[in-house]
């Protein structure tokens, strides 16, 4: 079974001038672990559907299912990541990580547990009496990611997560986050507007049309090496190749 299952999700609007459509008959599904990425024009409607994977809006048309059950508002079996880190600044890094379990009111010992194992796995438990100013950006994006899964989704959204990061050291978060996810097995979309970025961290690719936005294509990305990191894609032969080709098929809509 699919973790994701998302169903001829449509989205319509009532403007002055009329209707109104957002998305039209989208349909695609996510397997366990697998990493998609969704590109497409800007204002094409990617966060838009992001949301209604959410649960945050609810579609006109179309349903939305999680492991098997549908999708009708927020759950903790989705987490949800914007580009702002959204750290407490102040409380502690360990604080912080541990404040999606006490808001969901799951702060039991095997979650803590949980918390406190991703922070030591992934080099942060040094640091967990910091308070977020005292981090970098790539450290600060680390941090929310592991307070996302500290609460153990079955999904992650990424809705322009690195986006708000300098260039440098965004190329260092997506390495780090990408191993994360794929360590986890965690399932995750991400919304860019960055193609390199979603090339580099896909295994597959939605290329969506300008609004009201339909798949035009959906693309499956592999690199012939043993050991796969965005880096080292981004110096693999097949990059190019596969940049071409979503840039062609978006530049026909600038």
Known sequence: MNVLEVKNIAQKYQAENGETIAIKDVSFSAAKGEFISIVGPSGCGKSTLLSIISGLLK????????NGSPVLGVTSHIG????????????????????????????????VARAEDLLKKYGLFEFRNNYPSQL???????????????????????????????YQTRLTVT?????ILKQEQVTTIMVTHDIPESISMS???????????????????????ETRTPLSCRNNPSFSRYFNHIWKELSIYE
């Not at 579609?59 to 999680?66: A, C, F, I, K, L």
């Not at 290329?207 to 090496?225: G, N, W, Y």
Request: glycine fraction near 6%.
């Open 59 to 66: 579609p006109t048309d179309g349903e939305v299912y999680v």
């Open 80 to 111: 949800y990541m914007l580009q702002n880190d959204n750290l407490l600044d102040w409380r502690t890094i360990y604080k912080n990580v541990l404040f999606g379990l006490e808001i969901r009111k799951i702060k039991t010992p095997e979650n």
């Open 136 to 166: 970098s950006g790539g450290m600060r994006q680390r941090a929310a990611l592991i307070r996302t899964l500290a609460v153990n989704p079955d999904l992650l959204l990424l809705d322009e997560a690195f986006s708000a990061l300098d």
């Open 175 to 179: 390495d780090d986050v990408y191993g």
């Open 203 to 225: 295994d597959r690719i939605i290329i969506l049309t300008q609004r009201p936005a339909e798949i035009k294509e959906i693309m499956p990305i592999t690199f012939d090496m």
